[in-house]
């Protein structure tokens, strides 16, 4: 069975734990069993207010609910009913909040599909999450259907191979799922050191984690808040849709991040907070500087993994408080800056739900200032995912000695703040020494001919790494060897880049993160500098 749709063309030492241990305490609680619980309510006490704006669409509390129940009643009639699992192959926009919440009604299980796979990347998602039915923005039909046979259900509003068409999807739900540690989705996560895998999210744990990022983004109703990152990923819809439904906040979806359009849609909407990660906040601030840099509502913007100095200057810029955070798909938003504490560079203390320690190789605790790999584990029942699905090897093995292993790299202050220093698959060796790759980039980016920067580790051939990077010019007079030589002045010797390489671009998820794992492929290249 499976699922096709076309949607509309309109468009988070003793005395060091004692004074660290209160910031972990702080409980997190929610009054929902279900992710619809919070619509539900809304669409009865304010029905006619405005909800979600989504290009030249905007549905209120009462019309969104009405297409939920409807779509959810159609999916029914069609055999969709508790525990199936339900691939969104889906652009943003209102059609993928509709059926996402749908499927929650009655308790289905959304997969949600990174919209960039096709052939053996989507077939492995469609196959291994063993979905029932897969929903489909009609421009992706052809990648469902060029897999060949998949024995699944296909819903779209135009295509003679589909089940049923979207738009005609109708009944009367039956609402009596209840089941709120039961799965609400199964995300993927990127697959780039290896095979994806499913990370299975309870209704609980978004409830958690949106009233997590309420608290810790101060929103409330008279904020309007933008997500410009695909829906398909957890931040989009953890902080981005849960957090501003349930505090009442409207919400603008756009289709995609556009770094020119970007101020015109705070503009026209009011926007007063968005979600980010490193990259959008960097191609934000590498545009040209205009006059109405801060002629805008923005008062916050909920970040990931930015840099002390880009922080900074975008905060300086912009007018917007940058709130840094840390987090994974499978524990959710661990930690964010105090909203009236903060550290530049800094990924904040843990939020009420979870515990977190620094380990060692051995998965002995760390003390302050000492690097090693971010360990968590959950204060709160269904704080964190109930494993991988189909993978309980994967989830032993994440779980062991009774925490979850990140991979991450990262540090703690006296204070407890938390420091991410880098993607375990990221970090680079060479001479004996652990480099980080953040690290590199901080210091290469410092220079003002450059816009952005990769660092990743290229074979040595003495059984090391040597250090590479891929740079963006904002100054095409830039060479490589001036570059080489600021990077002598702000690095340490081991961590100076052996190669450098000018790029036009740099490769990219549709979450917009830098696929290193191309970069190293590709390896050292003709146009490469060896510096």
């Known amino acids: 069975m499976s699922l096709l749709f076309r949607r509309s063309r309109t468009r988070v030492a003793v005395g060091w734990s004692a004074r660290y241990s209160s910031r972990m305490t702080d409980s997190v609680e929610t009054p929902y069993r279900l992710i619809t619980d919070p619509l539900r309510e809304r669409a009865a006490a304010t029905p006619d207010r405005v909800f979600c704006h989504s290009g030249a669409e905007s549905l209120t509390y009462r019309q969104l609910w009405s297409e939920v129940r409807r779509v959810a009643g159609g999916l029914q009639a069609l ?74 259900l296909l819903i779209c509003d135009a295509d003679e191979r589909a089940a049923a068409a979207w738009t005609e999807l109708d009944g009367e739900p039956d609402e009596s799922f209840d089941g709120t540690t039961e799965p609400a989705a199964i995300m993927y996560t990127s697959g780039t050191t290896g095979r994806s895998k499913g990370v299975v999210l309870s209704h609980r744990y978004f409830l958690l984690m949106a009233a997590a990022n309420i608290r810790n983004m101060r929103l409330g109703e008279d904020d309007v808040y933008y997500t410009c990152l695909p829906l398909f990923h957890g931040m989009a819809q953890l902080s981005g849709t849960m957090a501003p439904l349930i505090a009442g906040a409207e919400l603008v979806v756009a289709q995609k991040f556009s770094a020119s359009r970007f101020w015109d849609d705070c503009r026209r909407y009011g926007v007063t907070g968005f979600g980010s990660i490193a990259a959008i906040t960097s191609m934000l601030y590498n545009r040209p500087a205009e006059p109405g840099d801060r002629d805008h509502r923005v008062r916050f913007a909920f970040a990931v993994a930015v840099p002390a100095a880009v922080e900074r200057r975008f905060e ?62 959950p204060r709160q029942n269904s704080a964190m995912m109930a494993g991988y ?55 290469v980016v410092r220079h003002p001919g450059v816009a952005e920067v990769a660092a990743y580790p290229v074979p040595s051939g003495l059984g090391e790494d040597e250090v590479m990077i891929a740079v963006i010019r904002a100054d095409e007079a830039l060479t490589a060897a001036e570059l080489a030589r600021h990077c002598a002045a702000e690095l340490p010797r081991f961590a100076v880049p052996a190669y450098i390489r000018f790029v036009g671009a740099l490769p990219r998820t549709p979450t917009a993160k830098v696929e290193k794992y191309r970069l190293r492929a590709e390896g050292v290249t003709g146009d490469t500098h060896h510096v």
């Open 79 to 152: 055999g969709v009913g508790r525990g199936t699992r339900v691939a969104l192959v889906m652009d943003n926009g209102p059609r993928f909040l509709t059926t996402w919440f749908a499927l929650a009604l009655i308790g289905a299980v959304e997969v949600p599909v990174n919209t960039a796979f096709h052939g053996a990347s989507l077939r492995y998602v469609l196959e291994q999450s063993g979905c029932a039915a897969v929903v489909v923005d009609d421009r992706y039909a052809d990648r469902v259907s060029a897999l060949g046979p998949l024995d699944k």
């Open 316 to 377: 300086e810029r912009f007018g917007v408080r940058l709130i840094n955070g840390y987090g994974i798909t499978e524990a959710g938003q661990v930690t964010y800056q105090p909203y009236d504490a903060p550290k530049p560079g800094s990924a904040g203390t843990p939020v009420g739900l979870y515990e977190l320690e620094i380990h060692d190789p051995h998965d002995r605790p760390l003390g302050p200032g000492e690097k090693g790999e971010i360990v968590v584990r």
């Open 389 to 443: 699905h189909a993978m309980p090897e994967a989830t032993v093995e994440a779980f062991r000695n009774l925490w979850l292993h990140t991979g991450d790299l990262g540090y703690r202050d006296a204070d407890g703040y938390l420091y991410f220093v880098d993607r375990g698959k990221d970090a680079i060796r060479r001479r004996g020494e652990n480099i980080s790759s953040l690290e590199v980039e901080a210091a």
